[in-house]
């Protein structure tokens, strides 16, 4: 259920780059450490491959 969520999460982080239209983010923020953490979960769990974990990583450190 966890990798799941954090797939969710990696996804819509990777789709709010794409297009030119305004996204407005509601909710909570994580912290970059946070961030960075979960997406190694999801990595480790097998449920993003290497190229989305550093595609995403690079997201995350260089917003």
Not at 3 to 24: D, F, Q, R, S
Not at 37 to 51: C, F, N, P, R, T
């Amino acid at each position: 259920m966890r990798a799941l969520m954090v797939a969710a999460i990696i996804a819509a982080a990777l789709a709010a780059g794409c297009g030119g239209e305004k996204v407005e983010h509601r909710g909570t923020t994580a912290t970059t450490g946070k961030q960075l953490m979960d997406l190694q979960k999801a990595y480790e769990a097998g449920v993003i491959s290497k190229d989305e974990y550093e595609q995403a990583r690079k997201k995350i450190l260089n917003p």
